[in-house]
């Protein structure tokens, strides 16, 4: 999860998704759910003095199996290895996404399969998408990937679930193949409290090309406008959009803490 202006955002949901992807895993971290949120609200709580008044950390849980015995298996371990930690988010490096949106590109590297490992836990297995996300790099040093499926539909990219916008209708893809970020869950609930439709399905390029609107979200973006995919232009060009616009002044209202403006403070 991360902090809005030093305080925690939804870590309740954060560490239920997160135990349920432990479970799906069969690691048992070895304290319960309510001793890790005390444990995590201990370590934001030591480390805020550590942060200027215009910053904000990602707060993040791992767990490993622990530590392989010698000669042995690492089924025989005694005990998870556990690491609570606070990290800066990287404001000045992605301020300009907020200024010119994104350039979204889709990499030819597929998106793991959920009949070879769901993408629904929440896990450190971030090869393929860490493959996928170099390989745009080396294309445009700015652009971020979004992989399709194994049906040749978008799926997500690093961290990040993709929306789109048509005809006031917003589109996202389906649950089981992507990993349901907190934050996409934030949009899609203010998205319907205005009364928007928000329609979960198979998206292909097509949809993506002649959408109205993008954005993406993430737990540092929460939400951020796309400018183009592959090159071609949302809509009009303008970033963002007006829905987006709109959902994003609703996120902002929600967290009561402007992340744009932290974000566009940081520019160059």
Not at 122 to 127: F, L
Not at 170 to 194: H, K, M, N
Request: net charge negative.
């Amino acid at each position: 999860t991360r902090t809005f202006g030093h305080r925690i955002f939804k870590l309740d949901e954060h560490l239920k998704r997160f135990y349920k992807s432990l479970k799906y895993l069969q690691m048992d971290p070895g304290m319960s759910l309510e001793k890790m949120k005390e444990i995590t609200e201990e370590v934001l709580a030591r480390n805020l003095h550590l942060l200027n008044d215009d910053e904000d950390y990602w707060v993040g849980q791992r767990v490993s199996r622990g530590v392989e015995p010698v000669g042995g298996d690492i089924h025989d371990s005694s005990e998870a290895t556990v690491i609570v930690e606070c990290t800066p988010l990287p404001f000045k490096s992605r301020a300009h996404y907020f200024r010119d949106g994104m350039e979204v590109l889709v990499p030819s590297l597929r998106r793991t399969s959920p009949d070879s490992l769901t993408p629904r836990a929440k896990t450190h297995n971030y090869m393929n998408l860490m493959l996928a996300h170099e390989e745009v790099r080396r294309q445009n040093a700015n652009a971020w990937a979004i992989l399709l499926d194994a049906n040749g539909n978008l799926s997500e990219g690093v961290g990040s679930n993709i929306f789109l916008v048509d005809d006031g209708v917003i589109f996202t893809p389906e649950d089981r193949y992507v990993l349901c970020g907190v934050s996409r869950q934030t949009a899609i609930d203010l998205a319907e409290a205005q009364g928007l439709k928000v329609v979960r399905t198979d998206l292909d390029l097509y949809d993506a090309y002649t959408a109205d609107e993008a954005f993406i979200t993430s737990t540092s973006f929460c939400i951020v406008p796309v400018h183009s995919i592959n090159g071609i232009e949302m809509g009009d060009g303008a970033v963002p959009g007006p829905l987006t616009k709109r959902l994003t002044d609703a996120y902002i209202d929600f967290v009561g803490h402007d992340f744009v403006a932290q974000y566009l403070k940081h520019l160059d």
